[in-house]
């Protein structure tokens, strides 16, 4: 039987670049790489249900961190369990972690890794709900800015008003009739 290292990598948003993860993944020697460029929140994600449905008993799935491979503690061991029980073997890169039901110590290592990457995660989520409201308190409140100003609101609603059908409003500004409705809503 070949035993086959298989890699998985992710990052959270389509601007981050996966190279860093790829090129430690294959200087390990993972044959085969799988990837995500999504939220670790998210439930489904193509790559990583590629990578365990490849894997097959005696491979081993690699990823250069742990929280690459979890949304939170709780889905890193039901993960991890279920990798074991389908005879497939882990290892974590950073945390130098390998994970075989047969080594005590590997599953305790684990165990607290995951514990301490669900806890710099909380700890990041903390910091950001800190600075949003600290820049709420100032004034800005985020988000995307607004694309027309008072003035183009004014004569989209001159326009409507004088009976043009919002429609065509839609289609001289390049909106939506919804993003219209709200404009005026709002003025």
Request: glycine share 10%; proline share 2%; charged share 25%.
């Amino acid at each position: 039987m070949i035993l086959v290292l298989i890699g998985y990598a992710r990052v959270s948003t389509g601007l981050q670049n996966l190279d860093l993860q790829s090129d430690a993944l294959t200087q390990h020697g993972c044959t085969k790489i799988f990837h995500d460029k999504m939220s670790g929140t998210i439930k489904q994600r193509p790559g990583l249900e590629e990578a365990l449905q490849y894997a097959r008993k005696g491979d081993t799935i690699i990823v250069w961190r742990l929280d690459r491979l979890g949304r939170n503690m709780q889905d890193l061991i039901q993960i991890v369990n279920s990798l074991n029980e389908r005879g497939i073997g882990f290892h974590s890169l950073q945390e130098n972690i390998t994970m075989d039901k047969r080594n005590a110590t590997g599953q305790l290592m684990f165990h607290l890794f995951a514990a301490f990457a669900e806890f710099e995660r909380n700890l990041i989520e903390e910091r950001s709900a800190a600075g949003r409201a600290a820049a709420k308190a100032r004034g800005r409140l985020g988000g995307r800015p607004k694309k027309y100003g008072s003035k183009d609101i004014e004569m989209m609603k001159a326009l409507i008003e004088s009976g043009t059908p919002i429609k065509d409003v839609a289609e001289k500004w390049g909106l939506s009739r919804t993003t219209i409705y709200r404009y005026l809503e709002k003025q």
